[in-house]
């Protein structure tokens, strides 16, 4: 299987660089790609929340904030390489290309933002598009989707399953603002909806979780609904 995973800032970067999760997930991630080819795409986390913040401060443009950021997405793909060790590239790819032919070579593609005007879960959902994924997974710290923020309403209500056009619908008013990002940015939901991507949405922080989504096996989390 090609598998994708969008595994999300808040999980890498939470405050500090969280170095023993990013240990455990280069060893997850090495062991699947003993059976399957693997891509993951990294979040900026808080490094990228502090500098886009700071570079607000500056009057910096919504476009620098954002390139911003993605150097900061970038420098979490640098470390998870080096944690991954040889079967990763050494360069982050900066582009669906690079990407591929790391992937064709066998090794695990691990990198960060392409371009300004989107989140990594939107580069994950084209980066599955353009290599034809099986499986597009999107790790955060939440346990799936649900139908109000689970941090804000304790009766928030994760949802099994959801069809895509509901998740389109959820997201399309929210802002395209740097470091600003909710749930999953639009451009990820479209894109998932256009190619009907196989999607789950799981929480990264639970590696033995991650994996059971990946092999197939009973896992918590949401499945997107977009066979037509
Ligand atoms: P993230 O993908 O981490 O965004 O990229 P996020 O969803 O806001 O944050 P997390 O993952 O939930 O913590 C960080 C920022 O980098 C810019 C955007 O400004 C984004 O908010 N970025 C990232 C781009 O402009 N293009 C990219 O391809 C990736």
Known sequence: MKVV???????????DMDITYMMDLANLANELANKHRIAIVTGGGRTA?????????????????????????????RLLSAAIGKKANLEPPGEFMAAREVMDSRRIV?????????????????????????L?????????????????????????RIPIDKLVDM????????????????????????????????NGRDLGNLRNAIEGKRFTGTVIENDG
């Open 49 to 77: 929340r502090n500098y886009i913040e700071s570079a607000r401060k500056f009057g910096a443009s919504e476009i620098l904030c954002d390139l911003i950021g993605i150097s900061a997405t970038r420098l979490n793909a």
């Open 136 to 160: 597009l997974v999107n790790a955060s710290d939440v346990d799936g989707i649900y139908d109000k923020d689970p941090e804000n309403y304790r009766n928030a209500k994760r949802y099994e």
């Open 171 to 202: 997201v399309k008013s929210y802002s395209l603002g740097a470091g600003r990002y909710e749930l999953v940015d639009i451009l990820a939901a479209k894109i998932i909806q256009r190619s009907r991507i196989k999607t789950i949405f799981v």
């Open 5 to 15: 995973i969008s595994v999300g800032g808040s999980i890498l970067v939470p405050e």
């Open 110 to 134: 691990v990198m960060g933002g392409t371009h300004p005007g989107h989140s990594t879960d939107a580069v994950s959902a084209l980066l599955a598009e353009y290599i034809e994924a099986d």
